[in-house]
T-cell receptor
Framework: AQSVAQPEDQVNVAEGNPLTVKCTYSVSGNPYLFWYVQYPNRGLQFLLKYITGDNLVKGSYGFEAEFNKSQTSFHLKKPSALVSDSALYFCAVRARGDSWGKLQFGAGTQVVVTP | DADVTQTPRNRITKTGKRIMLECSQTKGHDRMYWYRQDPGLGLRLIYYSFDVKDINKGEISDGYSVSRQAQAKFSLSLESAIPNQTALYFC???????????????FGPGTRLTVL
């Protein structure tokens, strides 16, 4: 069975400091990997994805993530956090052989950026 | 995403009542999904559909049913609501032929359901 782990319920960071949100997964084969963000009272918004190719992927709002196959991780990063980055972040995986496009989500990590 | 709408946005109901949550999309996507979000559990898949003739159970379908009335509409029903179905419900769409976004899902704004 596939699973996604986000080991931190909350990440606190000061504005201007680097932000990292961790994600590890357990999926057979080479999955597709995603990050979504949820702002208060909003639906989930797509940030970035890893499908194939370069292990470092860049996404919206200055975020990037690195796929590490050996560590089965896909950590989300931003070099300089903004207060407006405060939100709930979800990592998700999709099995490469799943033609339905079903996503398995992590539990989410609340990011709090303080001024 | 304004292309995926959900109604109602908030609903309070009582145990035993039948509730329908509706989802409509203008993206022209074939695939639609229903998830529920609970604190500390992330999003879990309830049902998904490829087209009006194709309905599939997800991870947590017990207590729920769905109807795909048209390509653009996918409704979720709670036949007899119970308090542990209190959650935030999301509808999502995707389309493998949508070049550039073929792997993504697009989410509606959510429906907050409270069962007393």
């Amino acid at each position: 069975a596939q699973s996604v782990a986000q080991p931190e319920d909350q990440v606190n960071v000061a504005e201007g400091n680097p932000l990292t949100v961790k994600c590890t997964y357990s999926v057979s084969g080479n999955p597709y990997l995603f990050w979504y963000v949820q702002y208060p009272n909003r639906g989930l918004q797509f940030l970035l994805k890893y499908i194939t190719g370069d292990n470092l992927v860049k996404g919206s709002y200055g975020f990037e993530a690195e796929f590490n196959k050996s560590q089965t991780s896909f950590h989300l990063k931003k070099p300089s956090a903004l207060v407006s980055d405060s939100a709930l972040y979800f990592c998700a995986v999709r099995a490469r052989g799943d033609s339905w496009g079903k996503l398995q989500f992590g539990a989410g990590t609340q990011v709090v950026v303080t001024p | 995403d304004a292309d995926v709408t959900q109604t109602p946005r908030n609903r309070i109901t009582k145990t035993g009542k039948r509730i329908m949550l509706e989802c409509s999309q203008t993206k022209g996507h074939d695939r639609m999904y229903w998830y529920r979000q609970d604190p500390g559990l992330g999003l879990r898949l309830i049902y998904y559909s490829f087209d009006v003739k194709d309905i599939n159970k997800g991870e947590i379908s017990d207590g729920y049913s769905v109807s795909r009335q048209a390509q653009a509409k996918f409704s979720l029903s709670l036949e007899s609501a119970i308090p542990n179905q209190t959650a935030l419900y999301f509808c999502a769409t995707s389309d493998p032929l949508w070049a550039g976004s073929e792997y993504e899902q697009f989410f509606g704004p959510g429906t907050r359901l409270t069962v007393l």
